[in-house]
């Protein structure tokens, strides 16, 4: 694709933004190297997406001072605001090298990363469940959901059991799909629909619409899709053009500078907490402060909470943290029958034991499994 989509315009709202070399500042770690404290955040999302969905079989896990709950599936929100920052970064750096950006190469990319081991849980759990009784309501819950599941539309439809969490991969796909073409193809002025995508999202999540749809809100309770819609990886893809603008980079520098970014992510932390319903203004205050503080981090590599999102026990968690994301559920059910069958009933047993069985699978499946065939990824390397 030409670079005539990245022209700049005269009348366009972004028109600082522009794609430069110093982006490659920013991204190498699409290469070989890698972004410093982001796998820790990588890990910290992970950890509390097992920890939500250690309820109700974990209900007795330490409950947190002021009434306050530690909302868990937000973590899945920090992963989409990394998955717009890094993939457009990306794409952006490939530009800025080779005047184009190669959708086949990025695609090969992609797919090797997340279909092997994605595709080889489904054909494991298919072969488990044509086995089991036919009675079992986890076989049956399974077969149906399998044919959303194989073509990535598990965000559309409600998805139970084992393979729940897969809305969220499916709407990254979908975010895979959509975004790396229209980038390609209208370079800046991609920015325009993304723009617009972004308000409907919030009109979504402010519940704007539900007037206008009145089945919304019941669809809402249902698809999780619904619930956190794409706005985090909308921020995270405007948060790539801003790191890779002279201007919107130096504003960030200095709102996360020193002890700033620690008040960033203790508010963070706050948000996270929020008790009850977290729809609406709260959840896109979380999205948003979450992406100022992904810019902080990415801006001071040498401050000391990057430093501790560098301890190695959590970068680790973080390496492997999409065998953890995948895996989980699975390992939790295990667990939770392990745990009943001994009669443990202790507080948090079944967090701590299903984490650390996870992480233990999914340490087994990237040194075996997945890391062979992510080694093949450098041969389809655009820069």
């Not at 989409?80 to 005047?99: K, P, Q, V, W």
């Not at 619409?209 to 909308?234: C, K, M, S, V, Y």
């Not at 948000?271 to 959840?283: F, M």
């Not at 995948?326 to 034991?353: E, K, T, Y």
């Amino acid at each position: 694709m030409k670079a005539g989509g990245f022209e700049k315009s005269a009348t366009s709202p972004v028109r600082t933004i522009r794609t430069c070399a110093k982006l490659g500042d920013m991204t190498q770690h699409t290469s070989h190297t890698r972004l410093p404290g982001l796998d820790g955040v990588r890990a910290l999302a992970v950890i509390g997406v097992v920890w939500h969905h250690t309820e109700p079989g974990g209900a007795a896990l330490p409950s947190l001072p002021f009434g306050l709950n530690l909302n868990g599936f937000l973590g899945v929100d920090l992963f989409f605001a990394l998955s717009g920052l890094l993939i457009t970064g990306l794409l952006l750096r490939e530009h800025a090298h080779n005047g184009r950006i190669s959708l086949a190469k990025f695609y090969v990319r992609r797919s090797l990363r997340i279909f092997p081991l994605y595709y080889a849980v489904l054909a494991l759990l298919t072969l488990y469940f044509i086995g089991a009784p036919a009675s079992s309501t986890q076989r049956s819950a399974f077969l149906h959901d399998l044919p959303w599941l194989v073509t990535y539309t598990s965000n559309w439809v409600p998805i139970h059991e084992l393979m729940g969490i897969t809305w969220s991969l499916s709407t990254e796909e979908q975010f895979y799909l959509a975004w790396p073409p229209l980038l390609a193809w209208l370079g800046r002025r991609a920015l325009w629909p993304l723009l617009v995508f972004l308000g409907l999202n919030q009109a979504l999540n402010l519940g704007l619409l539900n007037g206008w749809w009145p089945a919304l809100d019941h669809a809402r309770n249902e698809l999780a899709i619904l619930q956190a819609t794409f706005t985090p990886i909308l921020l995270g893809v405007l948060l790539a053009f801003a790191l890779d603008s002279p201007a919107p980079r130096a504003a960030l520098q200095r709102l996360t500078d020193g002890p700033a970014l620690a008040a960033w992510l203790l508010l963070l932390a706050a948000l996270a907490c929020w008790p009850g319903d977290i729809q609406g203004w709260p959840r896109l205050a979380f999205h948003v402060v979450a992406t100022v503080a992904l810019a902080g981090i990415v801006l001071h590599p040498s401050s000391r909470i990057v430093s501790a999102l560098e301890w190695k026990p959590l970068a680790f968690i973080g390496m492997v943290s999409y065998g953890i994301y995948l895996l989980h559920l699975i390992v939790l059910d295990a667990a939770q029958r392990a745990l009943s069958r001994w009669h443990v009933d202790l507080p948090g047993a079944l967090f701590v034991v299903g984490l650390a069985g996870t992480v233990a699978l999914a340490a087994l499946s990237y040194r075996f499994f997945e890391r062979p065939l992510l080694r093949l990824k450098d041969r389809w390397r655009s820069a």
